[in-house]
C-alpha cells in the first residue's frame, strides 16, 4: 500500500554535490536514483524537478554583474546537466526515464507537454522535469509548483539536506523547533524559507501539499510514499 500514487519530487541541485564544493558528487547522484527506483518499482509514478545551483546559480550570477535574464538561462541549462545525469544513473540500474525540457533542446531533451509527461508516467518510466518555467524571474521552486499542479500530483515532496521545516535554520540555531505539519499561512507569516513566496502561493492557492524531508538518509523517500511521518508536511 502506498500513500501517494503519483508524487512530483524536487531536488536541489546543491544536494547533488554531496561532500564536493562543486558539480556532481556520483555517489550521492547514485544513493538519489536507487531511492527513486525504490518508489517507482512499488507503482508510484513519478516526476522530478531538479535545481541547478551546483553549477550555476541565475541570482548569484545577477548580484556579480551578469545579466539576470541570461543569468536564469544559465541556471536552466545546469538543471538540464543535472537532468541528464539523473537520467544516466536511473538507466543504468534499469530505471526507463525521460527527460523533458520546457525549452525546445531537441535531441538533448523531449519539449514539454503535460499529457506527453502524464503518459511516461503511466509507462511506468520517470519523469524529468527540466529548464524550470521556462522563464527567467522564476525559481526551480516555482516550476516544482507549476509542474505538480500541471500533472495532477497527489502531493510535492521537496528533499532537502533538513528533515524538515523549523522555527529558524537548524543548521545556525540549536534552538530551532521542528513542525511536524504546518498550514502555508503559519509559513508566510513566520517567514519561513520552505520555497519561495510564488511556488508556496501556488501550492495554496491550487491545494497541493508539500512534504519537505531529509533527502539525504537513504530509505527516507521510500517511507514518505508507505505513509511513515518522515519530515514537515505543509497544507492549506
Not at 536507487?34 to 545577477?62: C, E, H, P, Y
Not at 546537466?81 to 526507463?96: D, E, F, H, W
Request: net charge negative; aromatic share 6%.
Amino acid at each position: 500500500m502506498v500513500k501517494y500514487n503519483r508524487i512530483l519530487l524536487k531536488l536541489s541541485g546543491e544536494s547533488l554535490m554531496g561532500e564536493q564544493q562543486y558539480g556532481i558528487d556520483v555517489n550521492r547522484l547514485n544513493e538519489y536514483a536507487t531511492q527513486i527506483k525504490a518508489v517507482a518499482d512499488m507503482g508510484v509514478q513519478i516526476s522530478i524537478v531538479i535545481g541547478g545551483g551546483n553549477i550555476f546559480r541565475g541570482l548569484s550570477g545577477a548580484s556579480e554583474g551578469f545579466d539576470r535574464v541570461k543569468g536564469d538561462q544559465m541556471g536552466m541549462l545546469a538543471t538540464v546537466i543535472n537532468s541528464l545525469a539523473l537520467s544516466s544513473a536511473l538507466t543504468a540500474i534499469g530505471q526507463k526515464s525521460r527527460v523533458l525540457t520546457a525549452i525546445r533542446m531537441e535531441p538533448i531533451g523531449e519539449i514539454y507537454s503535460k499529457w506527453k509527461a502524464i503518459e511516461a508516467m503511466e509507462n511506468s518510466e520517470v519523469v524529468i522535469l527540466s529548464c524550470g518555467t521556462g522563464n527567467p524571474f522564476f525559481t526551480t521552486d516555482t516550476g516544482s509548483s507549476l509542474r505538480g499542479i500541471e500533472i495532477e500530483a497527489d502531493v510535492m515532496l521537496k528533499g532537502t539536506r533538513v528533515d524538515g521545516v523549523y522555527t529558524a535554520d537548524p543548521e545556525k540555531d540549536p534552538a530551532a523547533v521542528k513542525f511536524d505539519s504546518i498550514s502555508y499561512d503559519e509559513v508566510y507569516k513566520r517567514g519561513l524559507k520552505v520555497m519561495d513566496m510564488t511556488a508556496t502561493v501556488m501550492c495554496k492557492e491550487n491545494n497541493l501539499p508539500i512534504v519537505v524531508f531529509d533527502m539525504d538518509t537513504p530509505g527516507n523517500l521510500e517511507k514518505l510514499i508507505k505513509g511513515e511521518k518522515i519530515g514537515t508536511y505543509v497544507h492549506a
